[in-house]
Each structure stands twice: as C-alpha cells, then as structure tokens.
C-alpha cells in the first residue's frame, strides 16, 4: 500500500505534497493512530526525495500533532484530527483575570482549526527552561511570557527562530523576535502626569513594589515622575504594620496590597479620595465598584489577545506597545 504519492511540475512543493498524501491516507483510513510512516529513506528511495524534503514534511505533521517520533525507529500517527493546521506554546506567567481577558481575545481572534495549548512558569526560571526543552519542536508557534526572569533568552533562542512572539514584556536580548508588549516605565510616568492635577493636593506619593514579580519599569517611571516634578515620595517592599498618613497617595500594582490598605484605611477611618489616595495597576472590573471607584493605570489586555492573533494571522514581525491609559475615579 502506498502512502506516499509525488507528482512533478505540479506546482506544489514536494514537502507539501508528502504532507497532504499522509493527510489523505488517514481520511482514507489507510493510516490509523499508532500506525508507522515509511520511513525517512523509504520516501527518499521511491520518490526521488532528499532527506531535507521528506524531513521537513514530517517536522511540520509533528508540529502539529499528528505524528511523533521514535528515536531509531520512526515516525507514527499520533492522532487522526488532521484539520488543525497549527499548534501553539502559550507560556504565561500565571493565571489572572489580566491574563485569563488576554488568553480568552487571543483564542477568540485566531480563528478555526488551530489549537492552543497554555503552560505557566509561576516566576520559577527552572520550570519555565523545562517546559521549553519539553516542548521544542512540537509546535507551529510559540509564544512566550518571558517577564523579569533572569537568563532566560538563551533557552527561547533554542526555539524555531521564526515561530516564536514574545508578549507583555520584552528586553534588549529579546529584541529580534516580534512582540506585542507593555512599556512599564513609560505607562506609568504618562499615567502619573496625566494625573498630576489631582496628585497635586496629596503630600506624598508612595509605592508598594515588592520586587519579585513587578516589571522594574514601574519603579524607574515612578521614581522618574516624582523627582522630575518633585514630589516627596518613597517606595516600600509590603504594607505590614504601617499606619497611612493623611496626605499619602499609594501606587499599588499587586491587588494584595490593595485590599491591605484599603482594609487599614477602614481601620482608622480615614476617607480615600480625600483623606488618602490609592493608584492600583491593571484594570478589572470590580475596581470600578469597590471602595466607590478604584483609580487605575491599565493596558487594554483585550487588546493585547487581539493584536497578537493578528500578528501570527498576518505573519507580521513587528515589536507593537500596546497603548495604556489612566482611568479616574473616586479614589484620587
């Protein structure tokens, strides 16, 4: 039984057509699952093949999971779903509701017949390589949530060079590879000047920035607005045991500390918006409600899903900064 079928002069690339034949044989139900292809040489012999050829048509069925390989023995059918036409590594961070709107645009925009497998590395460079090395060559495109992790892009460079996007935070390392990301330093000094006529009542500006998972970019924006317009201000790693002083305003990425002030602020009665004020990071929805209105510096994470499905869609390979915006409410 021939699997295998090439025609010359048909204006098909001969790695194509070795793709659509194994295609057709399982249609067919001349390949089932478990099943094994000829071999690389096999295809070669009778077909007038090179290796390249017949190697680069079983890579792209691997991509896409419908084959695997057995080192020294072969390829077999994996799995008989041969409409999906791409596989991808989305590797986050970790799940939140910024994350999970992202996730939720991108699938939403790229379409039918692709399928869209999420890891996460919690922070933890050794999962992070791990889930890289495992995954390497298994899919059609990559993308990669690399955040403040150190040493991490020598591992990405071992990815397809041409199938991997870099989302939400790049770096100099990183700049070759296209990417759709958030300018953290920039987002929140812009944020702080448009807000400047209100911060101006407040005596002292002061950010919660633990260090660990937070982009360094919010900092240097911070540090950046309070010295360029000379504003007294301080920056702290937690809020334990602290009193808030009338007068202070916090800038707050992490919702944690967030719900700490607000429940302190309670605690000695102070009134926000007035008494106090609070600059939380990353829009939700609950943030419009709670405490009368949560004033926030957000990126449009929708957005962020959109823009990146275009990108593979479109094959673009471009480095976009996704636009951020400050949102007012009652808490300045």
Known sequence: MKIISIQNNLGVPKYKQIILSVEKAIEEEKLKKGDRLPSVNKVCLTSSLSRDTVLQAYDELKKRGIVYAIPGKGYYIKSVEITIKQRIFLLFDELNIFKEDTYNSFVKNIGKNVQVDIFFHYFNVQVFKKLINDNNGNYTKYIIMPTNLIDVSDFIKTLPVNEVFI????????????????????????????????LNKYKKLIMIFPGFREPPGMKEGFLNFCNDYSFDYEVITEFTDREISIGEVYIIPNDRDLVRVIEKSKLQNLKLGSDFGIISYNETPLKKVVANGITTISTNFEAMGKILAQMILKGKKEQIENKCALIIRNSL
């Not at 935070?169 to 990183?174: A, H, V």
């Open 167 to 198: 989302l939400d935070q790049t770096n100099l390392e990183l700049e070759s590879y296209p990417a759709i990301y958030q300018n953290h330093k920039k987002d929140i000094f812009d944020g702080l000047c448009k807000g400047k006529s209100r």
